[in-house]
């Protein structure tokens, strides 16, 4: 878990995003259908907290994460942002040029391959020079020193910004790919698998380091990654999504000893027991994933689930608080969800 003390203010409000690619076909490629890579995710991040989100393969947390650092633009729904903590919140995707420009530095991203974030024919120092030099660092000589300070703040020395990239590790690499997302001084970091291509071993040294930045700087991120233990070691909130949508959302504690959601506890059931003679019960999904191009109807889930009904066939669960702890949402039709939505708190949405 964190180690951030409370955690009040929403830096980050995710309103009904959809992300839908077009499917288009013949001479004259005229679009047949749409890919609902994401489909109406509402979440929040506060100021200084870990945002967990986990999920299989092509269940649209990448997506999700490029849609926060408009890499992608989403289809419909908002991205309200708190640039001050005494401001109001602006929705990213409505900036003019100038306010889009100033909110680039705000938020950065870390990618899951360490080796094609990087170029291989720059140095690192001209690696961190251009975007330092695009956001006002003016003077070459303090963009410099500003290289050798990250660099330093990952661990690694200074004098590596002469160096290119085919002469690190892949652990170095990584360390220096978010040494470069923190070189114009962001709020929030959307961390994309950032140790998945690692050694196991070097998977906690980036984790500790990730965490240390977080505590001295007063970083935000949302952690996206398919490994469960990474992310409970990681994350204050874990949302769990499956085929666009977010099925639960609880605390990183709540949710991996008192889930909800059948695909939450088929996904927990695949963490080993890290001791001799002990195994957990695995719950295997049988089938493959529907296509986020044709989604059953009902629930999305209830082609795979083992304990579905026959309500889950036919209408779509919402994502609701649960009765005894509005902070715990769910959507599921077994789960004792508060029925109406007037009841939810507005602070649980």
Not at 186 to 212: F, G, H, R, T, Y
Not at 282 to 291: F, M
Not at 307 to 322: A, F, G, N, Q
Request: charged share 25%; proline share 5%; aromatic share 8%.
């Amino acid at each position: 878990m964190s180690n951030q003390s409370n955690h009040t203010e929403i830096l980050l409000d995710i309103k009904n995003i959809k992300k839908y690619y077009p499917i288009q076909a013949g001479l004259f490629r005229r679009t047949i259908g749409h890919v609902k890579a994401v489909d109406d995710v509402s979440l929040y991040v506060k100021r200084g907290e870990t945002l967990g989100l986990v999920g299989e393969s092509g269940c649209g947390k990448t997506t999700l994460g490029k849609c926060i650092v408009r890499l992608h633009r989403p289809t419909e729904g908002e991205l309200r942002y708190r640039f001050d903590e005494d401001g109001e919140y602006k929705d990213l995707l409505s900036l003019d040029k100038k306010e889009s420009f100033n909110a680039r530095k705000k938020i950065q991203m870390v990618f899951q391959d360490p080796y094609s974030s990087l170029n291989p024919i720059k140095n690192i120092l001209t690696a961190f020079d251009e975007p330092l030099r695009i956001h006002g660092w003016t003077n070459a000589n303090e963009r410099k020193e500003r290289v050798a300070e990250l660099l330093e703040s990952v661990n690694l020395h200074a004098d590596y910004m002469y160096r290119y990239p085919n002469e690190f590790s892949g652990g170095q690499r990584q360390r220096i790919c978010i040494a470069r997302a923190m070189c114009v001084n962001p709020d929030l970091i959307v961390c994309d698998e950032p140790v998945s291509a690692l050694d196991v071993s070097i998977q906690a040294q980036v984790l500790n380091l990730m965490k240390d930045l977080q505590k001295e700087h007063g970083l935000t991120y949302v952690f996206i990654a398919h490994d469960l233990s990474v992310v409970e070691y990681m994350s204050d909130r874990i949302a769990v999504m499956y085929l666009g949508k977010v099925v639960e959302l609880a605390s990183a504690k709540k949710l991996y000893y008192h889930f909800e959601h059948p695909y939450t506890e088929a996904l927990l059931s695949a963490i080993p027991i890290p001791k001799i003679g002990e195994k957990r019960q695995r719950i295997i999904l049988e089938g493959d994933v529907p296509s986020p191009a044709n989604p059953p109807a009902g629930c999305r889930f209830h082609t795979r689930c083992h304990k579905v009904m026959d309500i889950c066939r036919v209408k779509s669960p919402e994502l609701r608080p649960m009765k005894n702890d509005p902070d715990h949402l769910v959507a599921c039709h077994l789960a004792d969800t508060v029925e109406d939505i007037a009841e939810i708190p507005a602070d649980a949405v």
